[in-house]
Every structure is written in C-alpha cells, then in structure tokens.
C-alpha cells in the first residue's frame, strides 16, 4: 500500500519563529507533492506543491525542500504566525500510474504569541 | 470563479441505511475524488474518476459505491451505514491529474 508518513502529529512554535514540517514516502514513482492546511471545521486548502525536478519551491513565507534520494520533503514556514495555527497535510499522486492522491495524518501546528 | 457544492451539508442516517452523498462542480474538471476524514485524523482516497467515463477504487472502498454520472458530478453511497459512524466525505476536483485537488466543504455523517 502506498503511503505518505508525516511528522511531528504536533507541533508548537513561538510567533516570529519557522516552523518545519516532515514528510517521507515510500513509493518512487510519486512525481507530484503538494501541501494543503486546514482550519478547523473548514475543508483542506491548497497551500503549495512541488514536482521532483526542483529542489526546493518557495512562495512567500512558505518553502518546499525536497530530497528524491531520501525521499523526504518538508514544509518550511518563516515567521510563523498565529493565523497559520491549522493542520498541515503533506500529499503525493503517482501521475504516470495510479493516479491516487494520498496523504500524511497531518501536523497540527500551533503558533504562541 | 469556479466551486464545488456538495449535498447534503448534514446527514444523519440509520444503521443499515444506504445513503448517498453528492458532488458538483462547474469548474469543467476531468478528475474527482471523494475522501473520508474522521475526526483529528488525516484524508482517506475513498473513490476516483479520472475522467468522465472513468472509476477508481481507493483505499477505503469497501462499503461505498461510487458513480461518475457526468463530468460536472460524483457522487457516492454507502452501502449501509454502521451504528456511531461520525465522519467528513469531502469531495474534490482537479483539471487534470497534474494538479493539486480543491475541496468542497463537506458533508458531515452522523449515524444513530
């Protein structure tokens, strides 16, 4: 079964700090990664995504690094705001095979004032 | 600017009960999936279509039927729903399978 692990389940950064979070995957055949936050009782919202050909995707405050060879890639949040307190989902598709978008449990990140 | 409406908001079901759940969207998207969230807990590929004429088991298909009636809509039963079920079935859609879903906002089930 494919499989997109996520970590940590929780985490709490100060205001003004970055906040990073873990994905990894098993499946080498996903090509496509994108992010998604969630408020609570709202639905998941596209935040970013990156494909294996970069490293590395930036917008804004918000930063992709990716490792094809460890299979990891994380989400980098700068300056770490209250209102980016919400549960971060990392995802992966195989877009030549299956198709099936999966993802992680989610990190439910907290931002302190 | 496109959306994804999905009805009902809220269902509350009988144990046993087939109920289904449906999904529109007018952005002209080739790909729809629905997921299932239980609470605190991440989004599990329930079906999929990857175009109109198109269906994909995911991994929690067991219990659900799914149908792609026409390329604006996806819709999905559950075959009988189990006594204390609580979850979220969110539909979504993307033009193609090269990019990233977006969301409706759910249908809340509740199973007495």
């Known amino acids: 079964q494919q499989q997109v692990r996520q970590s940590p389940q929780s985490l709490t950064v100060w205001e003004g700090e970055t906040a990073i979070l873990n994905c990894s995957y098993e499946d080498s055949t996903f090509d496509y990664f994108p992010w998604y936050h969630q408020f609570p009782g709202e639905s998941p919202a596209l935040l970013i995504a990156?494909?294996?050909?970069?490293n590395k995707k930036e917008d804004g405050r918000f930063t992709i690094f990716f490792n094809k060879r460890e299979k990891k890639f994380s989400l980098h949040i700068a300056d770490s705001q209250p209102g980016d307190s919400a549960t971060y989902f990392c995802?992966?598709?195989?877009?030549?095979?299956?198709?099936?978008?999966?993802f992680g449990e989610g990190t439910k990140l907290t931002v302190s004032s | 600017g496109g959306i994804i409406t999905q009805t009902p908001k809220f269902l509350i079901g009988q144990e046993g009960q087939k109920l289904t759940l449906k999904c529109q969207q007018n952005f002209n998207h080739d790909t729809m999936y629905w997921y299932r969230q239980d609470s605190g807990k991440g989004l599990r590929l329930i079906y999929y279509s990857i175009t109109e004429n198109d269906l994909q088991k995911g991994d929690l298909s067991e219990g659900y039927d799914a149908s792609r009636e026409k390329k604006s809509s996806f819709s999905l039963t559950v075959t009988s729903a189990q006594k204390n079920e609580m979850a979220v079935f969110l539909c979504?859609?993307?033009?193609?399978?090269?990019?990233?879903?977006?969301f409706g906002e759910g249908t809340r089930l509740s199973v007495l």
């Open positions: 995802a992966a598709i195989d877009q030549g095979g299956s198709a099936k978008l999966i």
């Open positions: 979504a859609s993307s033009i193609d399978i090269n990019q990233a879903p977006l």
């Open positions: 990156i494909r294996p050909v970069s």
